[in-house]
């Protein structure tokens, strides 16, 4: 017998209840071995921790779908779960339709892995600590890495999410950017708040910022931290010198994901600064607990002729 707390998101009470319940009665309908206890924002479940996760599924499938639509009728809930809401197994579909979505974002965005190696990633982060997640622009690298993160937020697998990347970019130079230093940086760190933008409402991103639930900063501020009970993504990792990524693993606590992300064909390093993202490659290949995920043109989900533009590229590297 489990028992868990459902908390909602994105949807008011009201809108997933009904008015007396009547909205929630058929959802208690489709779960008669759960004990369902709806109060404000928290749903209590207690049963079978299969039905329970099951729940918290549907759960997750209506309030997408209200943010899609704008509204959750009662007709709308039954075609959800299955016309005969008494039956335990009806509604599967559904839930098994949720089953690779990582994230419901805002306006009802549904955030899935899309190809075979995001879906690779995905599995992997289940059964390692630490991942890699290697291959060319487009692939989706960064945006799968902030959803699973976010995931594990909002399932409470983590109290935090730490985002980072090297203050480092082709042919520009930090000091000559105007403005104090996190105007400075905020440009380098975009690509995370455009990820985090998606996934996240405004008034509880700026929450989770102010209360540094979510943490995003140059990795050169990583130094002498440790990184504990937290979901930890290096962005742009080929740009990170060894002693900067040697410094970056280390900060690793006993309770942490570390996604690594990075692209080795547009290394932006000087010359004489080799990438410490090629030389973890070499050194950590192999080891228990950390795996290797190597995307390619395929991967690529952006316009048609990004995947074209890499495959150029790809095929004259040399």
Not at 177 to 186: I, N, S, T, V
Request: proline share 4%.
């Amino acid at each position: 017998m489990s028992e868990k707390k459902i908390v909602l998101e994105d949807i008011a009470p009201i809108d997933l209840y009904g008015v007396n319940d009547s909205k929630l009665g058929l959802i208690k309908k489709r779960f008669p071995n759960l004990k369902i206890v709806a109060r404000g924002e928290v749903i209590k479940a207690t049963g079978e921790a299969e039905d329970i996760n099951q729940l918290e599924m549907v759960v997750n499938v209506l309030t997408a779908y209200f943010n899609r639509y704008g509204n959750l009728t009662e007709n709308a809930i039954e075609q959800i779960l299955g016309k005969n809401t008494n039956s335990r197994n009806n509604g599967s579909e559904a839930v098994a339709e949720s089953d690779d979505i990582l994230v419901f974002g805002n306006s009802g965005l549904i955030i899935k892995a899309r190809t075979p190696n995001q879906r690779r990633i995905v599995e992997s982060i289940k059964k390692n600590d630490m991942v890699f997640a290697i291959g060319p622009a487009g692939t989706g690298k960064t945006y799968t890495a902030v959803a699973l993160a976010v995931r594990a937020l909002k399932n409470k697998e983590v109290k935090k999410i730490i985002l980072t990347r090297p203050a480092v970019e082709a042919g520009e130079n930090l000091g000559f950017l105007p403005g104090a230093l996190k105007e400075k940086l905020d440009p380098y760190l975009q690509p995370l708040y455009d990820a985090l933008d998606d996934m996240i409402a405004p008034e509880k991103l700026s929450y989770y910022i102010e209360n540094r639930i979510i943490q995003i900063a140059p990795l050169a501020f990583m130094r002498g931290r440790t990184l504990d009970n937290a979901f930890v993504i290096l962005d742009e990792a080929q740009n990170a010198t060894q002693g900067q990524l040697k410094m970056f693993l280390t900060r690793m606590g006993s309770s942490a994901k570390f996604l690594i992300t990075g692209d080795i064909t547009q290394i932006d390093l000087p010359k004489h600064q080799p990438s410490g993202l090629i030389q973890a490659m070499k050194l950590l290949n192999g080891i228990n607990g950390i795996e290797f995920i190597q995307l390619d043109g395929n991967d690529v989900i952006r316009h048609k002729l990004v995947k074209k533009i890499v495959e150029i590229y790809e095929t004259n590297a040399n």
